[in-house]
């Protein structure tokens, strides 16, 4: 996807893991379930974002999206785009991307958008402690 090569599907347990944890954090997303949203962020969360800057504050982060996204806007996953990397000791690192549409006038629909999410495994509890939004 990055690189610009053809990816195989992945089917490992890793991967249908970090599939898995991707659609129950953007079903929140979609829907403003701020609580669900926040236990899927470790307390150190650092969100990259190419157009807003650095955020490093889980309650900055929780309310940035209760003010821009709620309501507002809703993202959708381009079929296929996910690749999940192993970080040994660790987690993992999800590639992928994502279409954002504007709620609030639905013939808007952005580009599709590439972004990074770092996944912490601590036993049987998956945290993203980074995320990297880049938009075309």
């Not at 959708?76 to 987690?91: C, F, H, K, T």
């Not at 952005?110 to 509890?125: A, C, D, E, L, Q």
Request: net charge neutral; charged share 20%.
């Amino acid at each position: 996807m990055f690189s610009g090569l053809i990816v195989e599907a992945q089917t490992d347990s890793l991967y249908q893991t970090i599939a898995r944890l991707d659609s129950i954090y953007f079903d929140a997303y979609n829907k403003c379930d701020i609580p669900k949203q926040s236990g899927l962020y470790a307390d150190s969360i650092e969100f990259y974002h190419d157009k807003g800057g650095l955020t490093t504050s889980k309650s900055d982060l929780l309310e940035s999206i209760k003010k821009n996204v709620c309501g507002k806007l809703a993202r959708e996953l381009v079929a296929g785009s996910i690749e999940v990397y192993p970080i040994p000791g660790y987690g993992a690192v999800e590639l992928g991307m994502h279409t954002t549409y504007n709620k609030e006038e639905s013939s808007q629909k952005t580009s599709p958008s590439k972004f990074v999410i770092i996944w912490r495994n601590t036993g049987n509890t998956w945290l993203i402690t980074r995320a990297i939004s880049l938009h075309p």
